[in-house]
């Protein structure tokens, strides 16, 4: 997919760009068994045919669930990216444990994993993950923040 020396060789030049098309689902705090746990999910998915590199699909993702803000924190936020390379396994573990009180279902292409190329976890905080893969045919990114 990426490594981090590509992370961060190039994710400023990919941003602002326009964006192929995506699919984003976001779940809010009301979507969750306990609404003060102030949660919330996003989802998106692209067609591999219409991003030429997983760093793209990322960057893409992140700018159309609002990653950008203010500078500094937007730098400092891109940089701690870990890109720390994850299987399958653990990709759906992190969507599974992260997703257990979400009252409406996911969307498939997350419970579908079909065509496993790779994947990496890109935050592991307390209070915020972030997973991405690379599948058969596209691109899928899995975050989870509370503001609690």
Request: aromatic content about 14%; overall charge negative.
């Amino acid at each position: 997919m990426f490594d981090k020396r590509e992370f961060f060789a190039d994710w400023r030049t990919l941003t602002g760009v326009p964006s192929p098309p995506l699919d984003v689902v976001e779940f809010g705090h009301r979507d969750f068994t306990s609404p003060c746990s102030e949660q919330m999910i996003r989802a998106v998915r692209g067609a591999s045919a219409d991003f030429a590199r997983g760093l793209l699909f990322w960057i893409k993702a992140m700018e159309a669930t609002d990653w950008f803000e203010s500078e500094p924190h937007f730098t400092r936020y891109a940089e701690a990216a870990l890109c720390e390379p994850i299987g399958q396994e653990e990709f759906a573990r992190v969507v599974g444990e992260y997703s257990v009180s979400l009252v409406p279902p996911l969307p498939q292409f997350l419970r579908d994993l079909g065509g496993w190329r790779s994947g990496l976890r890109m935050y592991g905080e307390w209070n915020d993950q972030a997973v991405v893969a690379e599948v058969a045919d596209s691109f899928v990114l899995f975050t989870w923040g509370t503001s609690a």
